[in-house]
């Protein structure tokens, strides 16, 4: 009795099995498939969201490249052509001064017409601009063109602009520390190829002729990366309909704002003291341990890796933790702080640590800048808004290279040091105030 029973078993048992082994490899399949569906999903939406910003990282990062093979070399490329420190000093000033006047106009133009067709015009401009410096027959036609390359360069508005377009105001901070990333990034490959390729040649005036031919080239690949991956983030408007205030007008309701007014001038103390370390450091090395181009191009690889590295990946949690005006502040201080360092500094080895602690420092300035005037800005006045700062920036790129090459060769090399830990001071007490402010505006609006 046991057989049939147990046949009858094995019969139900396989006639219930084959239909229960479909279903359940269909339901395998459905869980696969619901599955990929879901990955597919999230990299879609991955892109969709961080494409634009990834686009906008490369094209930076190539174009600042090229940036980066020219500064180091500049003071050594104006003492080819016979220049007085003066004249070095001036090829810094006249540069600044063409973004100066280009940087709010540009700001203003990419909030109407958007923001693609700007940094197509002003990276071609680059190209154009390199070669005509890498040919120039003395200082005065070089300081001449760096105007105009100041004037081709006056687009950083209008990247910020881009990146606070595709990004919400709780991820502004993060992602405006990723395009200082790319900054960063291009100072450390730049300044290491610039000091290689001038040493391919011949000395004399044809020396930095590659470098800067070289940095055409990668000016031309950003213009390219525009046209092809850049999406347009704003709609083309009317005048009318973008009226935009006049750079006084947006002075002036910067002022107004307590916020604003004191990053504004946050921007011109600190800047003052970066342009007057960039424009002089070539000569104070030269002077105090007698460097050369390959050692100022080679002190930009840690002091690019040391600031990349706080922008991409401590720069997000610092702000999200404390808060952009506190990390301001704190970037403030280790900048100035690096300035007095540098200037009881004994030993030659100990330039790059140094350098390396104010890099520190000066990533997260930017950014948090950026950050906080983009947040307290409405969206149809930050192209002009960040405008009016990185004009502000360049006043301040003009009269701190004046100043440094003044106090440099009526004092000394270490004089343009001591003044760049002095005007750094007032930027972090008034970024200690910008946080009081938006506190306060806070619980108004609240």
Known sequence: MSKPDTRIASTDESSLSEPDQLRSDEDERDTRTFLHGRLLNKIRLFMDENGPLAAMFAVVFVNLVGFGIVVPLMPFFAQSLQAQAWQVTLMFTTYSLGQFFAEPYFGRLSDRIGRKPI??????????????????????????????????????????????????????????????????????????????????????????????????????????????????????????????????????????????????????????????????????????????????????????????????????????????????????????????????????????????????????????????????????KQGAMLGLNMSTGAIARITGPMIAGYVFSLWGPNASVWMGAVTTLPAALLALQVGKYQKRGARVHG
């Not at 410096?133 to 390359?149: D, E, Q, T």
């Not at 000395?203 to 055409?216: C, T, V």
């Not at 030659?348 to 890099?359: F, Q, S, Y």
């Open 119 to 380: 940094l197509i015009v002003t990276t071609a401009l680059s190209v154009l601009f390199y070669i005509l410096l890498a040919f120039s027959p003395n200082i005065w036609v070089a300081i001449l063109i760096r105007f105009f390359s100041g004037l081709s360069s006056g687009n950083i508005s209008t990247i910020q602009g881009y990146v606070s377009d595709v990004s919400p105001p709780e991820k502004r901070s993060g992602r405006m520390s990723l395009i200082g990333g790319a900054f960063s990034l291009g100072f450390i490959i730049g300044p290491f190829i610039g000091g290689v390729l001038s040493h391919e040649t011949t000395a004399g005036g044809n020396q930095f002729q590659l470098p800067l031919l070289g940095a055409a080239v990668l000016s031309a690949f950003a213009c390219l990366g525009v046209m092809l991956f850049i999406r347009e983030s704003r709609q083309r408007r009317t005048k009318v309909e973008a009226a935009q205030p006049n750079m006084l007008k947006t002075a002036q309701e910067a002022l107004r704002n307590p916020v604003l007014s004191r990053l504004i001038l946050s921007t011109l103390c600190y800047m003052m003291a970066f342009a007057g370390l960039e424009s002089t450091f070539g000569l104070w090395a030269e002077a105090r341990f007698h460097w050369g181009p390959k050692e100022i191009g080679a002190i930009f690889l840690p002091l690019g890796i040391a600031a990349a590295l706080m922008q991409m990946v401590f720069m997000r949690p610092l702000t999200r933790r404390y808060g952009e005006s506190k990390v301001l502040a704190s970037g403030l201080f280790i900048f100035g702080l690096s300035f007095v360092l540098q200037g009881m500094n004994p030993f030659g080895w100990l330039i790059t640590p140094i350098v390396m602690l104010g890099a520190l420092g000066q990533a997260v300035i930017f950014s948090s800048i950026c950050a906080i005037i983009s947040i307290s800005t409405p969206p149809d």
